[in-house]
T-cell receptor, first 109, second 115 residues
Framework: AQRVTQPEKLLSVFKGAPVELKCNYS??????LFWYVQYSRQRLQLLLR??SRESIKGFTADLNKGETSFHLKKPFAQEEDSAMYYC???????????FGTGTKLQVIP | DAGVIQSPRHEVTEMGQEVTLRCKPI?????LFWYRQTMMRGLELLIY????????DSGMPEDRFSAKMPNASFSTLKIQPSEPRDSAVYFC?????????????FGEGSWLTVV
């Protein structure tokens, strides 16, 4: 079974402060991990994926297989980062993607 | 491409009525997904198709829910009879099994309210 846990429903930070959105997963095989973002009144879209090892909009995420985590980080939060963030998991080569319950990030001006 | 297209965008219906949600995936995509989003449970995968064939419907909550994909460019999710607890945002999404992996592209969602 594949499972994604995002322990925080809401995370509020001040503009300029560091951000860390937590994600832990459970999967017996080789996982692919993703972060999706949903801005207000917009559709869900891919933010980044661990296999790309990229930084998008200043966000990074490192897969830690020992801790089974894929936390999303940004050193300095911007107001436009306010959105709903979903961590997601699939098996490598498989299409079934399981999402966490999401964390709402609120950046306070 | 206009992306994944869903209709209706908003629906308010009375308990007991039949609800049909529609989806047009991105042309060329061979996977189609139906997700339900609620405050309590987040995004739940209901069912997904590969080349129009249902692969996994283990997330469909009960027999009142059914989904079909008669061809590569159209899918429906039907709830009959609807209940207030079905109120949620229903997302359709599609993807392509390619070298770049399995990025899922979402529609804008259908907001369902059952009163």
């Amino acid at each position: 079974a594949q499972r994604v846990t995002q322990p925080e429903k809401l995370l509020s930070v001040f503009k300029g402060a560091p951000v860390e959105l937590k994600c832990n997963y459970s999967y017996s095989g080789s996982p692919e991990l993703f972060w999706y973002v949903q801005y207000s009144r917009q559709r869900l879209q891919l933010l980044l994926r661990h296999i790309s090892r990229e930084s998008i909009k200043g966000f990074t995420a490192d897969l830690n297989k020992g801790e089974t985590s894929f936390h999303l980080k940004k050193p300095f939060a911007q107001e436009e980062d306010s959105a709903m963030y979903y961590c997601a998991l699939s098996g490598r080569g498989y299409q079934k993607v399981t999402f966490g319950t999401g964390t709402k990030l609120q950046v306070i001006p | 491409d206009a992306g994944v297209i869903q209709s209706p965008r908003h629906e308010v219906t009375e308990m007991g009525q039949e609800v049909t949600l529609r989806c047009k995936p991105i042309s060329g995509h061979d996977y189609l997904f139906w997700y339900r989003q609620t405050m309590m449970r987040g995004l739940e995968l209901l069912i997904y198709f590969n080349n129009n064939v249902p692969i996994d419907d283990s997330g469909m909550p009960e027999d009142r829910f059914s989904a079909k994909m008669p061809n590569a460019s159209f899918s429906t999710l039907k709830i009959q009879p609807s209940e207030p607890r079905d109120s949620a945002v229903y997302f359709c999404a599609s993807s392509f099994q390619g070298l770049s992996g399995n990025t899922i592209y979402f529609g804008e969602g259908s907001w369902l309210t059952v009163v």
